[in-house]
């Protein structure tokens, strides 16, 4: 056993052995202790594409594991609700589970999400509010607003285990989390339980077919030793290997595939090397909202297209657009009927640093229409502007005219300005205070987003500068 081997990780693989996988000579990871929490670590030299390990279909934590053990309801639980309220009923205590079905494993996942600014949200009222609760108030807006879609889905997922506990409460008889039982009286005594638990579903859930359609959104599992993967959006990553259903799109016919890890095709990995994932290709803003955390940013690789960075600004655009009063309210009611409002985002790659189209397309017709001119009635032209633009929308022209051109490009420009002097402001306060030493790894993450912010800033308005053509 290696010094900083994970505690449980014996009894992980026991129970995985129990379930038929091969956990001597076909499994080439282990889960150890690294600065920042555990990782995934190679036990021994590995080759490019090698299978670091196969856990049985019996063995992975979905849908299709459990519904066995619970009854059918309708509408019928989403994959997100039953996965998360299995862990809720089964909830470690002292880092031990007492579930029959999942028990090891369950032990296993993180014992809380503390630092997770969905966790700061719905704690923010309690009597002993969690570390780093003033961090909520330093996030960048739309980082803020996205927050709260994260939070829409925790509690609909949470009403819903709520109605089906209700409609069947013999099915708390089985829970070995002693705090279960108190959801029938009082909800709001055991949300920390299940958000732990939903929390644990939602930052480590992994694609993994369990209904026909490939598309499915319930097409999703929790799987034994991958989670303990780190996210990396540099280094090479480990791929899953797809199925035959994957593969071919194909119907799942007979049972569900067992589940195999490849090491990363584009290098080998030596003994002790970490060996990451990579989430999704997502911007920091998304990661921090969903998973909890941000990748570090280089302030020469965004400027110089070499670090992929996305920014959204549509807290910023529509401020400038309200700002228009009467007429400001016309042109939104505008983009939305032509499907425009919103998304308007700012990219570092592919050079040159750009606006996305649906940004360019907004400020279009914004710097169509007179800048110091807010009512309606004072603009003789509304509708021949309105129709030049909706030719430029419709691809019948390439641009409004060469003015409107320049004009949008300087909104831009004084949009970026925006952003870049409240990144810079909001950067240089962020410091974590001596009694909160356990929250520097989120005060990191969110300076990391506001560095996103005025490094991507900094970027389009360089290509602007330069005339760059977008």
Not at 104 to 129: G, M, S
Not at 139 to 154: H, I, S
Not at 386 to 397: A, H, K, T, Y
Request: aromatic share 10%; with cysteine.
């Amino acid at each position: 056993m290696h010094q900083h081997q994970h505690p449980a990780w014996n009894d992980l693989l026991a129970w995985l052995e129990r379930h038929g996988m091969d956990v001597s000579s076909a499994l080439h990871v282990e889960a150890r202790s690294l600065p920042f929490g555990y990782g995934m670590v190679a036990l021994r030299e590995i080759g490019p594409s090698v299978p670091l390990f196969t856990i049985p279909a019996g063995a992975l934590l979905n849908a299709i594991t459990l519904a066995p053990h619970y009854p059918k309801a309708k509408p019928k639980l989403s994959s997100v609700q039953i996965i998360s309220l299995h862990l809720f009923l089964h909830r470690p205590v002292n880092g031990k589970s007492s579930d029959p079905l999942f028990g090891p494993y369950i032990a296993v996942l993180p014992a809380e999400f503390d630092t997770h600014p969905l966790t700061w949200r719905r704690k923010q009222r309690q009597a002993v509010p969690p570390p780093g609760l003033w961090l909520l108030d330093k996030l960048p807006r739309f980082v803020q607003r996205d927050l709260g879609r994260v939070e829409k889905a925790f509690q609909s997922d949470w009403e819903r285990v709520q109605s089906y506990l209700r409609s069947k409460p013999n099915v708390l008889d089985a829970a070995t989390n002693s705090h279960a039982q108190g959801i029938l009286d009082d909800p709001t005594l055991v949300e920390d339980d299940f958000l732990w638990a939903w929390l644990n579903v939602n930052t480590r859930c992994i694609f993994y077919r369990t209904k026909d359609a490939k598309s499915d959104p319930d097409n999703l599992t929790l799987c034994p030793i991958l989670d303990f993967a780190n996210h990396s959006s540099v280094v090479p990553t480990m791929t899953p290997q797809a199925s035959k259903q994957d593969i071919w799109d194909m119907a799942l016919k007979n049972k569900p595939a067992d589940f195999t890890l490849l090491s990363p095709s584009e290098k080998s990995t030596s003994v002790g090397e970490e060996l990451y994932l990579q989430y999704g290709f997502h911007s920091n803003q998304f990661l921090f909202v969903e998973y909890g955390f941000a990748d570090s940013i280089s302030g020469a690789a965004v400027l110089s297209g070499d670090q992929n960075a996305d920014i959204d600004i549509t807290p910023m655009v529509e401020d400038f657009v309200a700002a228009r009063g009467d007429l400001g309210e016309w042109m939104k009611q505008r983009l939305l009927e032509e499907g425009y409002w919103g998304e308007w985002t700012l990219h570092s790659s592919p050079k040159p640093a750009h606006p996305s189209y649906r940004l360019i397309t907004a400020l279009r017709l914004y710097a169509a229409l007179p800048s110091k001119v807010t009512n309606l009635n004072e603009i003789d032209d509304l509708e021949a502007q309105l129709s030049s633009w909706l030719e430029v929308v419709g691809g019948q022209r390439e641009c409004i005219s060469e003015e409107n051109e320049v004009l949008w490009r300087k909104s831009l420009e004084q949009i970026c300005k925006t952003v870049l002097e409240a990144a810079t402001t909001h950067s240089k306060s962020l410091e974590v205070p001596p009694t909160e030493q356990s929250v520097a790894g989120a005060v990191s993450c969110v300076k990391s987003l506001w560095e996103e912010e005025r490094y991507v800033a900094e970027a389009v308005m360089q290509s602007i500068e330069a005339n760059e053509t977008f």
